[in-house]
């Protein structure tokens, strides 16, 4: 009976805490999907919850590789507005 009872507690105790995780990732699913987070935070569970960003030749893209792709390039971007070396092709700040 004594070990009924932490069987029963251990199951309450592992349901809870699927259930938190569960809703954790949908939050955050929501969070990068609708709301557009690109925060430290959402890149660090993006890494870890393979989010798909995008589809490419059958082969699915993470959320974590498409931020830090698109990063790079617009650092690109930017450093070749600042030093005035624009090439035909790179779209202003606004676009």
């Given at each position: 009976?004594?070990?009924?009872?932490?069987?029963?507690?251990?199951?309450?105790?592992?349901?809870?805490?699927?259930?938190?995780?569960?809703?954790?990732?949908?939050?955050?699913?929501?969070?990068?999907?609708?709301?557009?987070?690109?925060?430290?935070?959402?890149?660090?569970?993006?890494?870890?919850?393979?989010?798909?960003?995008?589809?490419?030749?059958?082969?699915?893209?993470?959320?974590?590789?498409?931020?830090?792709?698109?990063?790079?390039?617009?650092q690109?971007?930017?450093?070749?507005?600042?030093?005035?070396?624009?090439?035909?092709?790179?779209?202003?700040?606004?676009e």
């Amino acid at each position: 009976m004594h070990y009924d009872f932490f069987k029963k507690q251990n199951m309450k105790i592992a349901g809870a805490t699927v259930g938190v995780l569960i809703i954790f990732i949908i939050l955050f699913g929501i969070g990068i999907y609708k709301l557009g987070w690109q925060s430290k935070s959402a890149r660090f569970v993006s890494r870890v919850v393979p989010y798909p960003a995008i589809l490419v030749d059958w082969e699915l893209i993470g959320f974590y590789t498409y931020v830090d792709e698109l990063r790079a390039l617009e650092q690109y971007w930017d450093f070749q507005r600042e030093n005035k070396n624009v090439l035909l092709g790179i779209p202003e700040k606004e676009e």
